[in-house]
């Protein structure tokens, strides 16, 4: 079981940045996948980025060349960096983890944290 915990949400302009993080923490993080998931008031959640404890990511169409994920392994973390925030990126934003294989589809998720808020107004 691996325990995740988000921080670094708030409010921001169009344009703006943010950065989030998600401390990871469990009895081992070999082959880890960390992937964001916000989700909108009266959606579904939506793959934004991932990566591998390992190296490499992947990233949605969407948030290309906006958004970069990235790890620190001295401390456990995976952070995601916001940059050009759009009034549509607002959600509250999730981590969550798998092992070995990175998807798009929440469901396939056994780890998630408690997410944390991101509004940006226009």
């Known amino acids: 079981q691996v325990q995740l915990v988000e921080s670094g949400g708030g409010l921001v302009q169009a344009g703006g940045s943010l950065r989030l993080s998600c401390a990871a923490s469990?009895?081992?993080?070999?082959?880890?996948?960390i992937t964001w998931f916000p989700q909108a008031p009266g959606k579904e959640r939506e793959f934004v980025a991932a990566?591998?404890?390992?190296?490499?990511?992947r990233y949605a169409d969407s948030v290309k060349g906006r958004f970069a994920i990235s790890r620190d392994f001295a401390k456990n973390t995976v952070s995601l960096q916001m940059n050009s925030l759009k009034p549509e990126d607002t959600a509250v934003y999730y981590c969550?983890?798998?092992?070995?294989?990175?998807?798009?589809?929440?469901?396939?998720?056994?780890?998630w944290g408690q997410g944390t808020q991101v509004t940006v107004s226009s």
């Open positions: 990566i591998y404890w390992s190296g490499g990511n």
């Open positions: 469990g009895r081992t993080l070999s082959n880890l996948v």
């Open positions: 969550a983890a798998r092992r070995n294989i990175a998807t798009m589809t929440a469901g396939d998720y056994d780890n």
